[in-house]
């Protein structure tokens, strides 16, 4: 069983910081792509970042420039860089797995809420 375990979240003021971290039970330097979603009350989840198991990566418009996604193969982890922190920001961040291999499956973490405001 795959299990994604996320960290970091918090609550920060406007133009705060915050790094996420997701850990998986399994190597994730196989092919796949990482990545990390919200959810904010009353709306959809939506990407916010990905990253690919060749290093591309993938941002919504709205954290260009601001978000930045990495990966650590040799821990199984991969991080959400969050700069400028905006009030919109706020959501539930879910980390998201899809992997081939062994453990072909799409895999979601529980979730870490995020609150910025001051």
């Known amino acids: 069983q795959v299990q994604l375990v996320e960290s970091g979240g918090g609550l920060v003021q406007p133009g705060g910081s915050l790094r996420l971290s997701c850990e998986a039970s399994?190597?994730?330097?196989?092919?796949?792509?990482m990545g990390w979603y919200r959810q904010a009350p009353g709306k959809q989840r939506e990407l916010v970042a990905a990253?690919?198991?060749?290093?591309?990566?993938n941002y919504a418009e709205s954290v260009k420039g601001r978000f930045t996604i990495s990966r650590d193969n040799a821990r199984n982890t991969v991080y959400l860089q969050m700069n400028s922190l905006k009030p919109d920001d706020t959501a539930v961040y879910y980390c998201?797995?899809?992997?081939?291999?062994?453990?072909?499956?799409?895999?979601w973490g529980q979730g870490t809420q995020v609150t910025v405001s001051s």
């Open positions: 399994v190597s994730i330097s196989s092919s796949n792509v």
């Open positions: 998201n797995a899809r992997l081939l291999g062994a453990f072909n499956g799409n895999y």
């Open positions: 990253v690919t198991s060749g290093g591309h990566t």
